[in-house]
């Protein structure tokens, strides 16, 4: 039987939600991860027709993260003036929650936005390539270049020189 | 292992435990009713928005991409792929004399053709406004801002696609109201309401989670009906104010703005995004009430005819259910009459599917408008397997109903689904303009597709009931 619009979205919901969640979870308090859940499946709602039917997780990540930077700036808007003039003097980079591992923790903060989440979508989210190609929206070839910089600037960031990732990937990509 | 391996798991093996769950189903299909139910009209064209579907037919590619109010070539037009032709389902059909026009006209920020709207008076008692930009007389939009692949030309808006813009039922004199918020438009003027926005193909890199348009693209725009009382409304926008008067004896407005620098920052495209520097746009009545357009509005001046009020033994028919255990495996119309004096509702977007339940009862009452209809709600047995929860409730119907005609409606069953079913048919004619409250939680659609949903409303006037078993 064809499942009536409400339905599949209650099955999309009872499926995907706890990862969303969790997705939010960990960028953000606990109130800001309901309500991005929240908003991200508000957007699934409308954008229905758009949500693949196969495996939609990749697509509500890539609303997830733009609702969640939404939520900062926001957030940001909401800061006093004092607040910002002292963001102005230099950006203070925003704790990383890696669990039992503070050296990676303080190495993912001073990533850029960009770099952080496709590591973070890759092994947090254990996402496959083809996944954060949806996620991001980006090509197949531009997602290696987003990863394999990604990996190098978080294992200079790590400040380990031992690292044999960079090298070999370097050669490679080259 | 290797390095990338180790990095890997290095990652993998700092990820956070996660406490907290996300919030109950229940709390985001809230959310999306509020959303829906902004107005009783909202949820109605949402709800017929499942048939019809807007396409936009035969668009001529290529074209001058320079265009000019005196020479814009003209392309196909906007046509529904979905028409109604009955003048007693849904919406109706637009009225032949009422499709002028009016001799509004708002300047576009960038130039162009200027923007105007015309009033589709329908068979049902309806008001649908209609906005686009005017070339040479005709109404229609432009294949620009990411329209119409940016064709440049002109592109008719025919009287059918009011059915996109809203419509209001007009009160016992004949007056309306449609007291509408600044909103962001494609500057096509191509509405990108109800999904629509499919055809404004705005590709800004980045977002996959809907089309996001550039400032350049979009507009924002504000169009209503104030009624006969309205006597003015004042703007007040990046710092300065302005006065406009309504026009005429529906007190039709138009405005038009550049679009919010940040209208495309949103994580809906172009779409709900409300910038903290939206316009404020405060209607002034000759009563001596204002009100903020956009926001609750009350129909000032406009005097609705009451919601029927039929008593029980006017209303009481008995109901019928019978189970099908294999369906036909066609899919029913949304809405047919057999011609026989019989009215079928398919529950809009489900298939009939394999097994199905079929209510049927005479309609003593008749409706004759859009405000008024007839529905049913089932609770029944919790039973494993069996998708949709304890609650459902129908759509209910949406069409001119004669007394004294069979009604029948059809709801689709997983196979899983037997026990017990207790079945209420009720009518509920509603005040135009209002929300019920009561009413838009008792006939959401999401009733049926919630596990353990707990309300039991029982909104309007009992028709009947009756209990089945499904074995």
């Not at chain 2, 196979?415 to 929300?435: K, L, M, N, Q, W």
Request: proline share 8%; hydrophobic share 40%.
């Amino acid at each position: 039987m064809q499942d009536s619009e409400e339905v599949a979205f209650a099955r999309l919901y009872e499926r995907h939600s706890s990862a969303v969640y969790a997705y939010a979870r960990r960028r953000s308090d606990v109130q800001v991860a309901e309500e991005v859940t929240a908003r991200v499946f508000m957007v699934a709602w409308r954008r229905r027709a758009a949500v693949p039917a196969e495996d939609a997780l990749p697509w509500l990540y890539g609303v997830a993260r733009r609702v969640l930077a939404e939520e900062r700036r926001s957030e940001r808007r909401r800061r006093s003036l004092g607040q910002r003039l002292r963001d102005l003097g230099g950006r203070e980079a925003e704790p990383v929650a890696a669990a039992g591992d503070g050296v990676l923790g303080a190495a993912l903060a001073r990533l850029s936005d960009a770099d952080r989440e496709v590591l973070l979508l890759r092994y947090w989210e254990d996402l496959s390539p083809e996944q954060l190609v949806v996620a991001l929206g980006c090509s197949r070839s531009a997602l290696a270049v987003r990863l394999h910089r990604a990996r190098r600037r978080l294992a200079g960031a790590l400040g380990d020189p031992g690292t044999p990732v960079l090298g070999h990937e370097e050669v490679g990509a080259a | 292992m290797s390095g990338i391996d180790q990095l890997g798991q290095r990652i993998r093996a700092a990820t956070p435990a996660v406490d907290g769950a996300p919030p109950p189903l229940a709390r985001v299909i809230a959310a999306i009713e509020r959303e829906r139910s902004r107005s009783w009209w909202a949820r109605r064209v949402a709800a017929g928005r499942r048939t019809v579907v807007l396409a936009l037919a035969g668009v001529l590619v290529a074209g001058g991409a320079a265009w000019a109010a005196t020479a814009l070539l003209s392309g196909a037009s906007v046509a529904p792929a979905y028409v109604i032709a009955n003048p007693g389902v849904s919406y109706g059909v637009p009225i032949t004399s009422s499709l002028a026009i009016l001799p509004i006209r708002a300047a576009d920020p960038q130039g162009g053709p200027p923007w105007a709207m015309r009033v589709i008076r329908t068979t049902r008692g309806l008001d649908c406004i209609q906005v686009g930009r005017v070339v040479n007389g005709q109404l229609g939009v432009l294949g620009i801002g990411h329209a119409f692949h940016d064709d440049g030309r002109f592109h008719e808006l025919l009287p059918q696609d009011s059915l996109w813009l809203g419509c209001q039922p007009l009160d016992k004199h004949g007056n309306v109201f449609f007291a509408r918020g600044p909103s962001v438009q494609s500057a096509s003027a191509l509405s990108l309401a109800y999904n629509t926005t499919d055809q404004v193909r705005c590709n800004l890199p980045g977002f996959n989670g809907g089309p996001r348009c550039p400032p350049a693209a979009l507009r924002e725009v504000a169009d209503g009906l104030l009624g006969p009382d309205a006597k003015r409304i004042t703007v007040t926008t990046g710092g300065r104010t302005f006065t406009i008067k309504p026009y005429g004896r529906d007190g039709a407005y138009l405005i038009v703005l550049p679009s919010p620098a940040d209208a495309n920052a949103g994580p809906y495209g172009a779409l709900d995004h409300a910038p903290p520097d939206a316009p404020v746009m405060t209607a002034y009545f000759k009563t001596g009430q204002t009100c903020r357009l956009g926001h609750q509005c009350p129909a000032i001046g406009i005097d609705y005819a009451s919601p029927t009020n039929p008593s029980a033994a006017q209303l009481e028919s008995p109901v019928h259910v019978t189970y099908q255990p294999h369906g036909t495996g066609t899919t029913s119309p949304l809405l047919a009459s057999d011609g026989a004096g019989m009215v079928s509702v398919q529950q809009p977007g489900v298939d009939p599917g394999p097994a199905r339940l079929t209510i049927t009862f005479h309609a003593k009452i008749a409706v004759d408008n859009p405000n008024s209809f007839y529905d049913f709600q089932i609770t029944r047995s919790v039973v494993n397997g069996c998708f949709g929860g304890q609650y459902l409730v129908g759509d209910g119907t949406d069409n001119t109903i004669t007394a004294g005609r069979v009604v029948q409606f059809t709801i689709p069953l997983d196979a899983a689904c037997h026990g017990t079913y207790r079945v209420r048919v009720f009518y509920i004619s509603v005040p135009p303009g209002e929300d019920l409250p009561a009413v838009n939680v008792a006939i959401t659609p999401f009733a049926g597709a919630l596990a353990g949903h707990t309300r039991t409303p029982t909104p309007g006037h009992t028709v009947g009931t009756t209990v089945t078993t499904i074995p």
